[in-house]
């Protein structure tokens, strides 16, 4: 491994470690956030209630998994820091119920939806903004303008979702996505280009 890679990582495991958060890499492609909701299958999480942090990384390219854990170390960054993006999700309590609503579990009106989803949207968008300088400031073998595509693809994703109360089905990775997303930070999360939004909707949705 680059030992950029093994520095950055040694450093941020201690950083978690001191403050009670637990790491593990977890040698499958896919875990559940919540075992009792099948929706719930990712390649990572940082849940601060548990105080921990898991990475998946069987059959995932180094780039891919190394990516995935910057954006869960910079959730642990936001949960640390108190970020008012964070926490609004948290007063919202949109980061444990979000699921369950995709479940058919819990029912909010439309405003209530918008605001819910808008701040998820803000969070994750804050957290990918900081994965970037991350990964620039440390020299991170990732390539930032894929990272962009995807970050913005998995932001807006949010709002097909909120249409058709369903979460991907799909990579978000795929080529035939990518090239339509932008390689810049979205200003807005809640508009989708149209194109991208029948993009996003045929490959990741189906």
Known sequence: MDSKISWFISD???EMIKNGIGVEFVNKHEIQFDNDNPLTGCAGYFCHHERQLKICFSKIKLEQWLGNYIHEYCHFLQWKMNSPKWTRCEELEQITDYDSWLSGDIEYNKRQLDTRTTSMQLMELEAEKWAVD???KFKLPINTDTYIRKANV??????IALDKRKWFTQSTSQPEVLKEAPNTFIKSVKN???K????IE?????
């Open 196 to 199: 991208l939004y029948k993009t």
């Open 134 to 136: 991350i990964i620039n």
């Open 192 to 194: 989708v280009p149209t």
């Open 154 to 159: 998995y932001i807006l994703g949010y709002r």
């Open 202 to 206: 045929q490959y990741c949705f189906s």
């Open 12 to 14: 941020t495991l201690m």
